[in-house]
């Protein structure tokens, strides 16, 4: 595997310049939320740096790319391919930058959608790529702080945020999404 210097200069030859500040600004955060929660940072940091590794694919070239890459579609990802730089920044991990944990791949796959059983590691980099300073929308600085204190709760509360934003712009919901919210708020419920 890369250092991660090595993973920084060879994501920034292959990101558009915006994109590779935004991946830059994820890695800070999730360094920042991984030393809040007294977290492990190696993993954390790979999973954040790399988890738009993907987007060196041209959204409108990714679901071609997807199939020629054997990398398994779903309707949802079919119909909106914006997803799947998710899956395609597994790859290109695993085959660029020598990433082989799983873990680590993990946090990769689920930045997008979320799921259910992510670990600690994956609720970090979703959140980071939510909250990274470039990020401006109603209610990101109350996510903000939440994401300090408990990361389960803020991840009910991006949840919510990424839901309202799918419906209001009439877009689909990856199911995945959809079980990530529910097995928090069963957890949730249980806690009550």
Known sequence: ???????????????APKRFKHSVHVYETALELAAVHELPVEKIAVSALLHDCGREVPTKESAAKADELGIAIDEVERSQPILLHAKLGVYYAQ??????????????????????????????????????????FPGVDELRKAARKDLDKAMLMAYSNTVR????????????????YNELIRLQKKQD
């Open 95 to 136: 085959q660029k930058y020598g990433v082989t944990d799983k873990e680590v791949l993990d946090g990769i796959a689920y930045h997008t959608t979320g799921a259910a059983g992510m670990s600690t590691l994956a609720k970090v980099v979703f959140l980071a790529d939510m909250l990274e300073p470039g990020r401006d």
């Open 165 to 180: 934003y799918l419906l209001d712009g009439g877009l689909l919901i990856h199911p995945h999404c959809i079980d990530g």
């Open 1 to 15: 595997m890369l250092t991660i210097e090595e993973m920084k200069q060879l994501l920034e030859k292959s990101l």
